[in-house]
């Protein structure tokens, strides 16, 4: 009798011993195809777009972005990504880099600022701000995050991107919190972070501007943003919103001393 | 005109190993769009790579390369300083020619 | 008497055939070999490229990953050590052409090609080399195509 249990218990452990080795196995191959895909990222040609843009007179003004202040002075862009969003005193607003962007078209280059807000991701001057975006990612590349939170206003946004996170609603009832605020899930073969709290170095908020390989689209962090709103049922909050800001403070600052491996390339 | 392309050339002793990024849609022609017609095929075709204005490469290409196709190749008997040209044609006869720098 | 249909139908045929001996390069697009690039089989794409039968060697050599997440983007590699290679090859035997890309050798490019190509399913990739004396000799893995999660 006891053998009999021994041996079944022998044989189950066997099973579930293979099917653990079969699945470890099949991980480690997706890991093995995305670390085939880092050489040559197309995301090099957004960059170099993104840099010509920096340097072109453009718009009513005639005038290049090379005065742009992202943070840290006036066309000062090494590093800029790493420490946004931050608290500006020019817009008096807490911004990411992609709504900073917006700010600089305008007042530097005349561009519309809430006409591309509104444009859709993919298309006109939305490209070039994602073609920017990636540009000045890649020229914080490996650097790591540190966010500020000395004014008060950036202390706002962070507790308003938790409880934003937090926050279930919508036909499915979903939060940000149901896919990503936990420990070891996954959906399908994607594996999603944890981003209640650090995720590591190039994981989440670090991963993005990035590459999507199945639609052969740039993404920068706005639309991906915008996008996990979609996929939980919610309409857009919108390009350069306050609520998409303050959850890019929350994940920024629960990254930080991680490095950003932006632009990054994705399934 | 389509965007550039991005080169890089290494050399490391005899052989400079060259690889391309080409912005390119690469439509393979079978999708279908939101009307459901199909979305026509645009896709390069011939893509040639020179040194130092010789040509060491021709190679065609079917709809099936991806999107902003990357290539990889292997350039025998470059060093530092020498030019690398590719250039791409695509089915509607638009073409591309960019240069890179052996480094 | 011919009726006009009948009429463009002969040109047609007969510019075709002109096109092919290369005395009329206007008709023809370059050099492409578009045939080759419609072949539905691996046998297919062979023949229109003037190529014999194939034969699996460990002389060359076909890479790739074992499963790629996304089918839209599978990184693919033909080489060999032979020399003498006049053409290399890349198939994908399940998409709805088979014939990849197709890579004309020269003395100052070394027979090992990568790129990226799109893979409708699972699917067996056949890495080819066409021998300056006519040998045909391949390779092939399987790489198998998923789709992942939802984003991220």
Same mark, same amino acid.
């Given at each position: ?14 099973? &579930? ?12 191959? $997706? ?5 085939? *895909? ?11 777009? %993104? ?49 900073? *962007? ?5 007042? *530097? ?6 006409? $591309? ?63 990503? %605020? ?13 981003? &209640? ?5 190039? $994981? ?15 993404? %920068? ?22 609520? &998409? ?19 990054? $390339?994705?399934? | ?103 | ?18 096109? =092919? ?61 032979? #020399? ?37 399913? =699972? =699917? ?21 195509? #998923? ?6």
């Amino acid at each position: 009798m006891r053998m009999t249990k021994t041996l079944s218990l022998i044989a189950l452990l066997g099973l &579930t011993g293979s099917a653990v080795w079969a699945q470890k196995s099949a991980v480690q191959s $997706i890991e093995e195809y995305r670390l085939m *895909l880092q050489d040559g990222n197309p995301a090099d040609l957004f960059e170099a777009k %993104g840099e010509a843009l920096w340097k072109q007179k453009r718009g009513p003004k005639n005038a290049s972005l090379e005065q742009c202040d992202l943070g840290k002075g006036p066309g000062v862009f090494k590093g800029a990504f790493v420490e946004l969003p931050r608290f500006f005193a020019d817009t008096n607003r807490v911004q990411d880099m992609e709504s900073r *962007l917006l700010t600089c078209m305008e007042t *530097l280059q005349g561009l519309n600022a809430a006409e $591309i807000a509104k444009t859709p991701f993919g298309r006109g001057e939305q490209n070039n701000v994602t073609a920017l975006a990636t540009w000045l990612a890649a020229e914080s590349k490996d650097k790591k995050f540190n966010l500020s939170q000395s004014h008060p206003q950036e202390k706002v946004f962070y507790e308003v991107g938790k409880r934003l996170f937090f926050q279930r609603a919508g036909a499915h009832d979903f939060s940000c919190a149901s896919c990503h %605020g936990q420990d070891n899930t996954r959906i399908r073969l994607q594996d999603l972070p944890n981003l &209640t709290k650090n995720p590591g170095d190039g $994981i989440g908020f670090a991963a993005w501007p990035a590459y999507r390989v199945s639609n052969g689209q740039m993404w %920068g962090m706005q639309q991906r943003l915008n996008d996990c709103y979609r996929q939980q049922r919610f309409p857009y909050p919108g390009f350069g919103s306050d609520a &998409t800001i303050a959850l890019g403070v929350y994940l920024g600052v629960n990254s930080k001393g991680s490095a950003s491996i932006a632009p990054a $390339i994705k399934r | 005109m389509a965007d550039p392309m991005r080169i890089r050339a290494q050399a490391a002793g005899d052989k400079t190993t060259v690889r391309v990024l080409m912005a390119h849609e690469m439509e393979g022609g079978q999708r279908k769009d939101a009307a459901g017609k199909i979305v026509p095929a645009w896709y390069i075709q011939e893509v040639t790579a020179t040194h130092n204005g010789k040509t060491v490469l021709t190679a065609e290409w079917g709809p099936a390369v991806s999107k902003n196709p990357f290539l990889q190749f292997v350039v025998k008997g470059a060093k530092a300083g020498d030019k690398i040209a590719v250039n791409w044609k695509d089915n509607k006869g638009d073409t591309r020619s960019d240069e890179a720098t052996v480094s | 008497m011919q009726t006009r249909r009948q009429a463009i139908k002969k040109s047609a045929v007969v510019a075709g055939l002109l096109a =092919s001996t290369g005395l009329f390069p206007q008709f023809a697009f370059a050099a492409y070999n578009t045939p080759a690039f419609e072949a539905k089989s691996i046998q297919d794409a062979l023949k229109a490229l003037g190529a014999g039968a194939p034969a699996e060697s460990k002389d060359i050599t076909v890479t790739g990953p074992d499963i790629a997440e996304n089918g839209a983007v599978v990184p693919l590699g033909v080489s060999t050590t032979l #020399t003498g290679v006049k053409r290399m090859l890349i198939m994908v035997e399940k998409n709805p052409a088979s014939l990849t890309a197709l890579f004309n050798m020269t003395d100052s490019v070394e027979p090992s090609f990568s790129t990226r190509a799109k893979m409708g399913q =699972s =699917s067996d990739v056949y890495a080819v080399a066409i021998m300056g004396d006519g040998k045909v000799l391949f390779a092939k893995k399987e790489v198998k195509v #998923t789709l992942g999660g939802c984003g991220g």
